[in-house]
């Protein structure tokens, strides 16, 4: 099963909604969101990724944060390292469409 995530931040501003609502570049993977130890800020951060069997499609989400599940779609938030040699860190907003969702799997 292949998750998406559209980027709704560039460069850690957040993309306008009347540019959102053309379509956007769908990055395709595994998702996963779950505790990971960030050495630089000495301690257990989520983070949310989305992976091949090739590594990492995108920066890791680091410090994610879950703000919506709707109809197979999940909103998270955190910041991205854009560049690991300065660790220069920018904010980042993923949505998530999680593959093999059906409406009988949502909360009541």
Known sequence: ME???ILLCREG??????????PQTEFVG??????????????????????TVMGDVLPPL???QHLQFKNGIG???GFEVANPLSNN?????WKVKIAGWRPSMDPD
Do not use: N
Request: with cysteine; proline share 4%.
């Open 3 to 5: 998750d998406r995530v």
């Open 13 to 22: 501003t957040p993309i306008p909604r009347y540019q959102l609502s053309m």
């Open 30 to 51: 595994a998702f996963s969101c779950g505790d990971e130890y960030d050495k630089d800020a000495r301690r257990t951060m989520k983070v949310a990724r989305l992976r």
């Open 62 to 64: 680091w410090d994610a």
């Open 75 to 77: 909103v998270y938030t």
């Open 89 to 93: 860190r920018r904010s980042q907003t």
